[in-house]
């Protein structure tokens, strides 16, 4: 099982940034498949979801209208487009796929600073 995240780095608040996460050794279109971040000093915490089934979404209030998250079960891939980035989302984002089981990417680093 393999699951890769991409995408991250330094950004200007305000700006954006489209993490991806690919995903392999498992049956990635019966998976739900969310993004959880992780601040220093903080407890890891979901950001956003997208059920395996129907493709519906839920997200934390913090990053609601802001963050988008979409699946291609075609490519085994789950992105986050993150726009209007504020220095409180700097974090370590990390993917993640659960069925009953969990599996999880070794995360990419986001940082929203000046």
């Known amino acids: 099982v393999h699951v890769v995240e991409s995408g991250g780095g330094l950004v200007q608040p305000g700006g954006s940034l489209r993490l991806s996460c690919a995903a392999s050794?498992?049956?990635?279109?019966?998976?739900?498949m969310s993004w959880y971040r992780q601040a220093p000093g903080k407890e890891r915490e979901l950001v956003a979801a997208?059920?395996?089934?129907?493709?519906?979404?839920n997200y934390a209030d913090s990053v609601k209208g802001r963050f988008t998250i979409s699946r291609d079960n075609a490519k085994n891939t789950v992105s986050l487009q993150m726009n209007s980035l504020k220095p409180e989302d700097t974090a370590v984002y990390y993917c993640?796929?659960?069925?009953?089981?969990?599996?999880w990417g070794q995360g990419t680093q986001v940082t929203v600073s000046s």
């Open positions: 993640q796929a659960d069925w009953g089981r969990s599996y």
């Open positions: 050794g498992f049956t990635f279109r019966s998976y739900r």
């Open positions: 997208i059920t395996a089934v129907g493709g519906n979404t």
